[in-house]
């Protein structure tokens, strides 16, 4: 790790907003979560992790929208409805028979962080499941309409859940 002096990092942020979380925090040896809090104010809001379950259940509501899971080797995206879920054999089980599937290890869930931000000239808003090791477990993009904006009705559920969840 580079170890970067975080108001280096800050700088970088309030001059590129809509960098890549993953690919800044490689870039300046930092985690994912230490680039989110350096970001420019208004950006992100972080709340606990103990908000996994609920958070997941609320989202399984929401409609369509794009899952992404950002590894070194990959971008994984599924576009679809998202699960609901069930706490089952130290899992948060998605429960759905067909489309994405799994099992998520809800308890190191140590954030859920909501960002609202320009990516590529538009308008993004996401929600990112941040482990215990200041890693993103994976990120939830609200959905667009046929123009291409972000659907009211998913803001309008993330705005709840960020309060809920208190992210500041």
Not at 98 to 113: E, F, Q, Y
Not at 147 to 153: G, N
Request: glycine content about 12%.
């Amino acid at each position: 790790m580079l170890n970067t002096d975080m108001s280096d990092l800050k700088t970088f942020l309030a001059e590129n907003p809509g960098a890549v979380v993953e690919d800044v925090a490689r870039d300046h040896g930092v985690t994912p979560r230490a680039v989110l809090e350096a970001m420019p104010a208004g950006l992100v809001r972080i709340g606990g992790g103990e908000h996994f379950v609920m958070a997941m259940q609320d989202i399984a509501e929401w409609g369509e929208l794009t899952l992404i899971v950002h590894t070194a080797d990959g971008i994984f995206e599924t576009t679809a409805r998202v699960s609901p879920g069930a706490i089952g054999h130290g899992y948060y089980n998605l429960t759905q028979p067909k489309g994405l599937h799994g099992h998520l290890r809800h308890t190191r869930c140590g954030g859920v962080a909501f960002v609202q931000r320009a990516f590529r000239g538009n308008a993004s808003a996401f929600v990112a499941f941040l482990n215990t090791d200041g890693g993103i477990m994976f990120k939830v993009f609200v959905g667009r309409d046929d123009s291409r904006a972000l659907k009211s009705d998913q803001m309008a559920r993330f705005e709840a859940l960020a309060g809920f969840c208190g992210a500041a």
